[in-house]
Every structure is written in structure tokens, then in C-alpha cells.
């Protein structure tokens, strides 16, 4: 990745996962800087992270080639407004949920827009970000956004902005997904006698193992699944009970309930 400056607006969880991914790939903390109005926020980045952290939005801002965009989509227009003058010529990376990169372009006066959707994995240098780019957007600049969120795991592009709303259902929201069936199983656990520690630990060891194998043997979930399923056993019973109450159904239906709400936020927002 380049040397340049990387610009931060917005100091939240997803900014600071970022940081800490890019700072772990190599990258010097003196090459970043953050703007963010609240000062526990400020505090916690220049102690975890030791990067230039400001309140406001100045010109230093011109000195970035890429400017990631981290603030809640309903502050936004608020946080652009101070910054638009310093980032024009800068590549804006937006990890915004529901902003669209019309609604960017027209904020920033900047072209070159990529918007990605990570999730909360990132924060331990496991997530997956999905990226679209503008048709402004350079090679190069492809590059270097791609590298900024490879420091937080997987990465994917996407040739069409509208599907990041199925990404965002799917793997952005998805992390909620697995939360919810690890409670489920914990509750499973203490109604068959076992403790609440328990329950959580072979909960998690479990999904954990299972989507490790899953990545590593490159099989179909179903074949994978088959395979651990033998007719009249303990698996039947349970995949069984799940199909007859439409468990996979509504798994289906929950994922595209979240994908219509992302358009919504978009139709909103952006």
C-alpha cells in the first residue's frame, strides 16, 4: 500500500478496526489521522492507536489520497460539510450503511467514490467487506481501497451498487445471525441440564469449528451437512425438527426482510 495519508471521519468501532488492521499490516500511525467530535472516542484512538486525532475538520484533510468515511449514515451530511473543501481530490471510501455514492459525490464534490460494507469480524481481523467502485475510480485507487479493508480479512468486489444491499443483509447483518443461533443453542444446553458456561462454550466452539471446516474443505454447506446427517440418528432428528417448523424458510425470509430495510435506509439516507 501506498504511503500516503489515509483520513479517517468518524472514530467509531469500524474506523478503529480498520486502524488497528492497517497499523498490524505495517502501516506508520503518523500516516493516519481521524476526525471525531467526542472526546472519549478521541482518547480511546490516541491511546490504543497513537494516530492524530482531531475534533474538527481542517485543512490537513488535503494532505489524504484516501478518505474513509465512518460516521452514522443520519450524521453525515453534517460531518461532509466541513470536510468537502480538503477532500475533493481525495479517493472517498465510504463504510457508511445506507449512503449511496450519488448522495457522496454530491457532499464531497469528490469523483472517485468506492462504498464497502464490512461487518463487526473486523474488529479481530476476521471480517468480510464487500466493495463497489464508481466508474471514477482508477486502478490504482481500487488497490489501495481493496488494501485498506484486506487489514480487516476477506474482501469481494460487487459491479453493482444495489447489491450491497444483499450484502449488507447477508454478511453484514450476518454476524446477528450466528449470535442468535449460539443463544438458542445455550438455551438448548441449560434445558438438558447443563451449565450456562457450558453451553456457551460448546456453542461457540462448534460454529467456529464448523465454518473453519466449511472454508477449508471448499464442499457444499449441503454435502457437508449430509455427511454428519445419517438416517434414523441423533442429526436426523434434529435437521428434521428444523425443517418441519420451516426453520430454513425463515432464515430466508429474515435475510431479505433485512436486505428490503437496507434499500429503505438507502431511499432514506442516501
Known amino acids: 500500500m501506498s504511503a500516503s495519508r489515509i483520513a479517517f471521519v468518524g472514530g467509531g468501532n469500524m474506523a478503529g478496526a480498520i486502524v488497528g488492521g492497517l497499523l498490524r499490516a505495517g502501516r506508520a500511525p503518523s500516516s493516519m489521522l481521524v476526525i471525531e467530535p467526542l472526546a472519549e472516542s478521541r482518547a480511546r484512538l490516541q491511546q490504543q492507536h497513537g494516530v492524530d486525532v482531531r475534533a474538527e475538520a481542517d485543512a490537513s484533510l488535503a494532505d489524504a489520497s484516501v478518505v474513509v468515511w465512518a460516521v452514522k449514515p443520519q450524521s453525515f451530511a453534517e460531518a ?25 459525490v454530491r457532499a464531497t464534490g469528490a469523483a472517485a467514490v468506492v462504498r464497502a460494507m464490512p461487518n463487526t469480524p473486523a474488529l479481530i481481523g476476521q471480517g468480510i467487506s464487500a466493495l463497489f467502485a464508481r ?7 481500487r488497490a489501495e481501497a481493496q488494501a485498506v479493508l484486506a487489514s480487516t480479512g476477506r474482501t469481494l468486489w460487487v459491479d453493482d451498487e444495489a447489491d450491497l444491499d444483499a450484502v449488507t443483509a447477508l ?41 473453519a471446516l466449511a472454508l477449508q474443505s471448499g464442499e457444499a454447506p449441503a454435502t457437508l451437512r ?29 435475510i431479505v426482510a433485512a436486505q428490503r430495510r437496507a434499500k429503505e435506509l438507502g431511499d432514506e439516507f442516501g
Open 80 to 104: 461532509a460539510a466541513p470536510c468537502a473543501p480538503h477532500v475533493r481530490r481525495a479517493l472517498q471510501l465510504s463504510v457508511m450503511a445506507g449512503i449511496r455514492s450519488d448522495a457522496i
Open 135 to 141: 466508474a471514477a475510480v482508477s486502478a490504482a485507487q
Open 171 to 211: 454478511s453484514g447483518s450476518g454476524p446477528a445471525y450466528v449470535f442468535y443461533l449460539v443463544e438458542a443453542m445455550e438455551a438448548a444446553a441449560l434445558e438438558m441440564g447443563l451449565s450456562g458456561a457450558q453451553g456457551r462454550e460448546l456453542a461457540l466452539a462448534t460454529v467456529a469449528g464448523a465454518a
Open 226 to 254: 449430509q455427511r454428519v446427517t445419517s438416517k434414523g440418528g441423533t442429526t436426523h432428528a434434529a435437521i428434521s425438527s428444523l425443517d418441519a417448523d420451516g426453520v430454513g424458510a425463515a432464515l430466508v425470509r429474515a
